[in-house]
Every structure is written in structure tokens, then in C-alpha cells.
């Protein structure tokens, strides 16, 4: 009777370690700009003028070894451009799955009164839309949302990652 308790318990914390306390954020399973394990990014939708943004959030997620982010080449079919744009609608950033190439689009009016580190986290932040990556709010991780000052990827960002793919 004892030992079936305890059993009961352990198999009870076993599941919550599973599932708790900070569980993984992906977006639906085909929301995301990798193709055979790559996201090529190109122009094909136009350019941005934020390249140190666009570049630190590509060297960043390429170099967690994961996924391979380079730029697209006359044999690659590319899957992603960096566009501008501008309007005061409160967004910083945006990812959006079109068919030909996926978009992430920086709004030059906010961009242009943030810092390099506000830039660098919104462009972190929506090539981990690219990667399924979904919103979280952990303390230190480039996929909670908002004007945040960082330019390097936080362990939950890098665990999701290793997890998703
Ligand atoms: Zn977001």
C-alpha cells in the first residue's frame, strides 16, 4: 500500500517535471521560415537599412549550430527577406509567412528613436518567429516582447531551439 503510493507520487512529479515550470513556446508547427533545415534570407521582398540589427540576430541564431541562416545564392531558393517600413501603428517588428519568401518587416519609425540593443532585440525576436519560436516571458530571453535592450539570445531562447528542431 505504502510502495503504491509512493510510486503514485513519484510518477506524479515525474510528469510535472516534464511538463513544469517553464515549458517550451513554439508557434503552430508550420509557422516558421526553415526549408530542409536552413532559412536562406535574401531581397527578394526588398532591403533593410537596420543591417547591423539584421546581421547580429543572423550570427546569433546561426551560431547555435542549429539551423544554418546564410544568405540566399543563384542555386539556394530563398526563404526570407529584411524589409523597412513605415507607420505609427505600435509595432516594432513583424514576421509574416508569404508564399515565394517569408517577410520580417522593422518599422523605421520606431527604429529610428531605439537604441542598437532595442534594435538587435527586435531583430532577435523576429527571426525567432522564423525558427517557431513563440512568446514567452522569461527574464532574459530575446522572445518576450516589448522595447527591451538585448543583443544576445537567452538559455530558454537556445533550449527551445535545440528542442524544436
Ligand atoms: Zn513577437
Redesign the pocket.
Known amino acids: 500500500m505504502k510502495k503504491t503510493i509512493l510510486f503514485s507520487i513519484f510518477v506524479l512529479l515525474l510528469i510535472f517535471s516534464i511538463t513544469s515550470p517553464v515549458s517550451a513556446h513554439f508557434m503552430e508547427r508550420d509557422r516558421h521560415s526553415v526549408d530542409n533545415g536552413e532559412i536562406r534570407w535574401g531581397t527578394y521582398h526588398g532591403g533593410t537599412q537596420w543591417t547591423s540589427a539584421r546581421n547580429t540576430a543572423i550570427n546569433r541564431w546561426d551560431a547555435e549550430g542549429i539551423i544554418n541562416i546564410a544568405g540566399d545564392t543563384a542555386t539556394t531558393i530563398e526563404d526570407l527577406s529584411f524589409t523597412d517600413y513605415s507607420a505609427s501603428d505600435g509595432v516594432l517588428g513583424s514576421w509574416t509567412q508569404y508564399t515565394g519568401a517569408d517577410k520580417i518587416m522593422f518599422n523605421n519609425t520606431y527604429f529610428n528613436n531605439m537604441s542598437s540593443c532595442q534594435r538587435n532585440h527586435t531583430a532577435l525576436?523576429?527571426l525567432g518567429?522564423a525558427l517557431n519560436l513563440d512568446?514567452n516571458n522569461v527574464a532574459g530571453s530575446v522572445?518576450r516582447?516589448g522595447r527591451i535592450c538585448q543583443s544576445v539570445l537567452g538559455e530558454h531562447d537556445k533550449a527551445d531551439l535545440r528542442q524544436r528542431w
Do not use: A, F, G, N
Open positions: 525576436h523576429e518567429h512568446h522572445m516582447s
